[in-house]
């Protein structure tokens, strides 16, 4: 696809930079059970004191691990993590069951002690957009592995989509929630799972919304008021509020995608992000002391 070739021009001094920056850059192959997966390892030079599982957005059809560098960087230095991004295969070559199972073999490895000198260390998961839905999916489908879901401390999910068949915001959004609109999502979700009807792509954890939510981590989720995808977070911030602790920020007048604005408004955002991180990271230390 043009738009993933440009996105991967505009990222070849990403290494560069990243190094620049300080820190080290891994790009390998990990895998769980006979499954494996691309993911791309961000380590700073001193201490680390949790490990970041970073799923990046692009509606599922473009995008890559490094997409995200700059917003870990940032976070690698407001935090003190590691970032584990995921490079997942993308929709033009593989169905969504495999894109999900992509991001539950990064999680099982890595949740399993696949950085042995991270092993004791927290796991947070940070989703963004798309990322939002597989972060999500992913948790579910750990509910498996339930010693696996145990050690996962928190959850950064910006701005999601957890019902595929659409929720009701996404269904009337209409030019004003400005990057996305309603119809072009549906007919998009709908690409995005095709032969199936609205009931099978609200089946979990395709839909990550209708799923048992029970064990899951405390969660901080954000969305713009502009957003179409409203009403999705905020339908899975009130079920996962049933069964854990979950922080939500309706950000006033924000669109989707905003985080990615140079804006007082994005800068404001990322830094409550940073500290319930950090706040994630003090707890888990407190309970290991």
Known sequence: MLVQSLLRVSQ????????????????????????EVGVRVLRPQGRVRGVV?????????????????????????????????????????????????????AARWLLAGGMPEYRDLPVIVVGES???????????????????????????????????????????????TLLLDGPGMVADLRKLTPGMSDAGRRQPPLSPLYGDLGGFPPALMLVGERDPLLDDTLRLAERWRET??????????????????????????????????????????????
């Not at 070849?12 to 499954?35: T, Y």
């Not at 295969?89 to 969504?96: D, E, F, K, Q, S």
Request: aromatic share 6%; proline share 3%; charged share 25%.
């Open 130 to 176: 798309a990322g939002g839905h597989l972060a999500a999916a992913t948790l579910l489908q750990l509910k498996r592995w339930p010693g696996l879901l145990r050690n996962v401390a928190g959850a950064v999910l910006y701005y999601g989509v957890y019902d595929l068949a659409g929720t009701d915001s996404v269904r009337r959004a209409g030019p004003d």
């Open 244 to 289: 854990s602790k979950v922080e939500l920020h309706v950000v006033p007048d924000a669109p989707h995608g905003f985080i990615r604005f140079r804006t007082g408004m994005a800068a404001k955002t990322l830094a409550a992000a940073h500290a319930w991180i950090r706040g994630r990271l003090d707890e888990s230390e407190a309970g290991r002391a």
């Open 12 to 35: 070849l001094g990403s290494d560069h930079a990243a190094r620049k920056a300080g820190l080290s850059v891994e790009q390998r192959r990990v895998g769980a059970g006979d499954k």
């Open 53 to 105: 599982l970073d799923i990046h957005g692009g509606g599922w059809v473009i995008g890559n691990a490094r997409m995200n560098d700059a917003l870990n960087v940032a976070m690698i230095r407001a935090c003190d993590v590691a970032v584990v991004s995921v490079d997942y295969r993308l929709a033009w070559r593989a169905p969504i069951g495999e894109i999900m199972e992509d991001c539950l073999t």
